[in-house]
């Protein structure tokens, strides 16, 4: 019998992208394994000394500061970045950041925000963190193109000392300073429900003065807040079937091909805090909320300049002028937007989902959503949607079914 792999996992499980990396992993493990982990729950690292007792054939970890160590040990290994830039001469496990900060913005801009605002973290001197620059990069390239400009805030890490009572009253100060109604993205959710808290202690509404956004999607971070939050979702779990998979071909001996991972960003999750059409017309307002709210529906030009209350010509100029397009085209992205949720969230079939939304048939829904995405329905959800996988075993069934086995540190 074949010996079965031994795979450290050094990824947290406290917030929902570890989670969701971790039973990426799983999954692999469960229809290509047997594999057996060693795994704390919880935690980032382990104890330095048990590494190399853990006689480990491969490992996926974060880019915690057991890296040098992890090196030394000279197996197989799948990083994922958080602090650092990429490692040279591993695989590295990276978010679509251009795209995240990118879909934030164009999320605000269809909410009719003129004004703009950026939060991330500011970095500690021996860390890298660039996920956050180019999440805030993209998301002025694209305020900017619209023809607006962003303001930037940097809030403290925790490495440097951070004292939060002093920078949330510092951050409320430069949240009211900000002219208002203003479109806030926060580089991920956590840093978004640091803002929500800031914008409570400064008396500021969420979201009639500042919409807020962030990035992750954990539904209990965001959840947390109040309002809800909304965030750029990023499917964190093909992430790591990819990363399990590309380990395996290295515990092979064989290539691993890319040597970068990208964990997609697919779509918005939109709650509350941005639950808003700022706009100061109120015939473009009730235009766009029914957009807004009917993105499910088959609807035209003509419902849209009825519920506005208005010709179709006058609010055509209307849209043109304050949106930056058509209202066909706003209809077009409400109705993509949506497309895109249902490919990724569901395991509906792709007739299923034309038919909910109120297509004809599954080809004039392939073709529309084709024209605005310049991909077929399946070939989105292969690239982003979860990892498609045998429908038996089942995530659930117990380890000893699927052929897997996990060890844990004695308590």
Same mark, same amino acid.
């Given at each position: 019998?074949?010996?079965?792999?031994?795979?450290?996992?050094?990824? %947290?499980?406290?917030?929902?992208?570890?989670?969701?990396?971790?039973?990426?992993?799983?999954?692999?493990?469960?229809?290509?394994?047997?594999?057996?982990?060693?795994? %704390?729950?919880?935690?980032?690292?382990?104890?330095?000394?048990?590494?190399?007792?853990?006689?480990?054939?491969?490992?996926?970890?974060?880019?915690?500061?057991?890296?040098?160590?992890?090196?030394?040990?000279?197996?197989?290994?799948?990083?994922?970045?958080?602090?650092?830039?990429?490692?040279?001469?591993?695989?590295?496990?990276?978010?679509?950041?251009?795209?995240?900060?990118?879909?934030?913005?164009?999320?605000?801009?269809?909410?009719?925000?003129?004004?703009? @605002?950026?939060?991330?973290?500011?970095?500690?001197?021996?860390?890298?963190?660039?996920?956050?620059?180019?999440?805030?990069?993209?998301?002025?390239?694209?305020?900017?193109?619209?023809?607006?400009?962003?303001?930037?805030?940097?809030? @403290?890490? @925790?490495?440097?000392?951070?004292?939060?009572?002093?920078?949330?009253?510092?951050?409320?100060?430069?949240l009211q300073s900000l002219p208002?109604?203003?479109?806030?993205?926060?580089?991920?959710?956590?840093?978004?429900?640091?803002?929500? %808290?800031?914008?409570?202690?400064?008396?500021?509404?969420?979201?009639?003065?500042?919409?807020?956004?962030?990035?992750?999607?954990?539904?209990?971070?965001?959840?947390?807040?109040?309002?809800?939050?909304?965030?750029? @979702?990023?499917?964190?779990?093909?992430?790591?079937?990819?990363?399990?998979?590309?380990?395996?071909?290295?515990?092979?001996?064989?290539?691993?091909?890319?040597?970068?991972?990208?964990?997609?960003?697919?779509?918005?999750?939109?709650?509350?805090?941005?639950?808003?059409?700022?706009?100061?017309?109120?015939?473009?307002?009730?235009?766009?909320?029914?957009?807004?709210?009917?993105?499910?529906?088959?609807?035209?030009?003509?419902?849209?300049?009825?519920?506005?209350?208005?010709?179709?010509?006058?609010?055509?100029?209307?849209?043109?002028?304050?949106?930056?397009?058509?209202?066909?085209?706003?209809?077009?992205?409400a109705r993509t937007e949506q497309?895109?949720?249902?490919?990724?969230?569901?395991?509906?079939?792709?007739?299923?989902?034309?038919?909910?939304?109120?297509?004809?048939?599954?080809?004039?829904?392939?073709?529309?959503?084709?024209?605005?995405? %310049?991909?077929?329905?399946?070939?989105?959800?292969?690239?982003?949607?979860?990892?498609?996988?045998?429908?038996?075993?089942?995530?659930?069934?117990?380890?000893?079914?699927?052929?897997?086995?996990?060890?844990?540190?004695?308590e």
């Amino acid at each position: 019998m074949a010996e079965i792999p031994k795979v450290i996992l050094l990824i %947290e499980s406290s917030r929902a992208s570890g989670r969701a990396l971790l039973t990426g992993v799983a999954n692999f493990a469960h229809y290509h394994g047997p594999w057996s982990f060693y795994w %704390e729950p919880g935690d980032l690292e382990t104890d330095r000394s048990s590494l190399k007792s853990l006689n480990a054939d491969g490992i996926i970890m974060r880019d915690g500061d057991l890296l040098n160590e992890v090196l030394a040990l000279g197996i197989p290994a799948v990083v994922i970045g958080h602090k650092r830039k990429e490692v040279a001469g591993l695989i590295n496990v990276l978010t679509d950041s251009p795209s995240i900060g990118r879909m934030g913005a164009e999320h605000l801009i269809q909410c009719g925000f003129k004004h703009f @605002a950026f939060v991330g973290f500011a970095t500690h001197p021996l860390e890298s963190a660039s996920w956050v620059r180019v999440r805030e990069e993209h998301f002025i390239k694209r305020v900017r193109a619209a023809g607006f400009e962003t303001q930037t805030y940097s809030l @403290a890490t @925790a490495v440097a000392g951070r004292n939060w009572l002093r920078e949330r009253n510092t951050l409320a100060a430069w949240l009211q300073s900000l002219p208002k109604p203003v479109g806030l993205m926060a580089c991920n959710d956590d840093c978004g429900v640091q803002v929500m %808290e800031a914008c409570k202690s400064a008396g500021i509404a969420v979201p009639d003065l500042i919409g807020v956004i962030g990035a992750d999607n954990d539904e209990i971070v965001c959840g947390l807040s109040n309002p809800a939050m909304s965030s750029v @979702a990023i499917n964190f779990e093909r992430a790591g079937f990819e990363a399990a998979e590309s380990l395996n071909r290295l515990m092979q001996g064989q290539k691993s091909g890319s040597a970068k991972i990208q964990a997609p960003a697919t779509h918005i999750a939109t709650r509350r805090s941005t639950d808003i059409v700022a706009v100061s017309d109120p015939a473009l307002g009730r235009a766009l909320r029914f957009i807004r709210d009917h993105s499910r529906q088959a609807i035209g030009v003509g419902d849209v300049a009825k519920a506005a209350g208005f010709s179709r010509r006058a609010l055509e100029r209307r849209f043109r002028s304050e949106i930056g397009v058509s209202i066909l085209a706003q209809i077009r992205k409400a109705r993509t937007e949506q497309i895109c949720k249902m490919l990724v969230e569901t395991a509906l079939p792709v007739s299923e989902i034309a038919e909910s939304l109120g297509f004809e048939d599954v080809q004039h829904f392939a073709r529309y959503f084709r024209a605005a995405r %310049e991909i077929s329905p399946l070939a989105y959800r292969k690239s982003f949607g979860k990892q498609t996988r045998p429908s038996r075993p089942q995530i659930g069934d117990s380890f000893s079914q699927s052929g897997v086995t996990l060890a844990r540190k004695a308590e």
